[in-house]
């Protein structure tokens, strides 16, 4: 069974600060997804993954994969209060072209605070 | 423009009654999933529809829930004499083709109280 893990769960950063979240996985994936989700809302997709080295930068998010390493990190730099939301990865076990199957980590809680 | 259309948003039962959650895909979308948070958890897959099709319910229990998708109207998860434990979000998400590299447009999700 895969299992996704993400830390920290909790994170509360000063605005300004940098920091990296990490999430983990047990299986072979060549797809990983990073998601953002406000309280009470829907999931906004963030970033996706598709092969090992790959890095995208979206703002102040920067994703990376690392697939041997079975790694995916998701930086901030310099946060601001508009960050705070839960984050997750999610990693695709569909088999086919597809992705649908997504095996989510339990989220980080990221609280910036002036 | 509207996205991926759950409702009811959130809904009451009592242990033992049916809950029926509705979710209306993104317009020209055919393929539609079904995933359940649980309190401080990640989401879950549980079903995946196309129109009049069950593709994959590998994520759904094999009691009490089921999924369809009818060539008209809305995909409906149905949950019969629920329980305490069903208490989580229902979300649903659509995509034009299956998956289709990530693009899974997700709804705001159903939340289910169970008394």
């Known amino acids: 069974e895969l299992k996704v893990e993400q830390n920290p769960l909790f994170l509360s950063m000063q605005e300004g600060k940098n920091y990296t979240i990490y999430c983990n996985y047990s299986?072979?994936?060549?797809?990983l997804y990073w998601y953002r989700q406000d309280p009470g809302k829907s999931l906004e997709s963030l970033f996706v993954l598709l092969s090992n080295g790959a890095v995208k930068q979206e703002g102040r998010l920067m994703a990376s994969l690392d697939t041997k390493a079975r790694l995916s990190t998701l930086h901030i730099t310099a946060a601001v209060h508009d960050l705070s939301a839960t984050y997750f990865c999610a990693v695709d076990m569909s088999s086919g072209a597809g992705s649908y199957q997504l095996t989510f980590g339990k989220g980080t809680k990221l609280s910036v605070i002036p | 423009n509207a996205g991926v259309m759950q409702n009811p948003r959130h809904l009451v039962r009592r242990r033992g009654q049916e809950a029926r959650l509705r979710c209306s895909p993104m317009k020209g979308h055919s393929h539609v999933y079904w995933y359940r948070q649980l309190p401080e958890e990640g989401l879950k897959f549980m079903v995946y529809l196309q129109k009049e099709n069950i593709i994959d319910e590998s994520g759904m229990p094999k009691e009490r829930f089921s999924a369809e998708f009818p060539k008209e109207g809305p995909s409906i998860l149905r949950i019969q004499q629920v329980v305490r434990g069903d208490s989580a979000a229902y979300f649903c998400?659509?995509?034009?083709?299956?998956?289709?590299?990530?693009?899974?447009?997700f709804g705001e999700g159903s939340r289910l109280t169970v008394l």
């Open positions: 299986t072979t994936s060549d797809r």
């Open positions: 998400a659509s995509s034009r083709d299956q998956g289709n590299t990530g693009e899974l447009f």
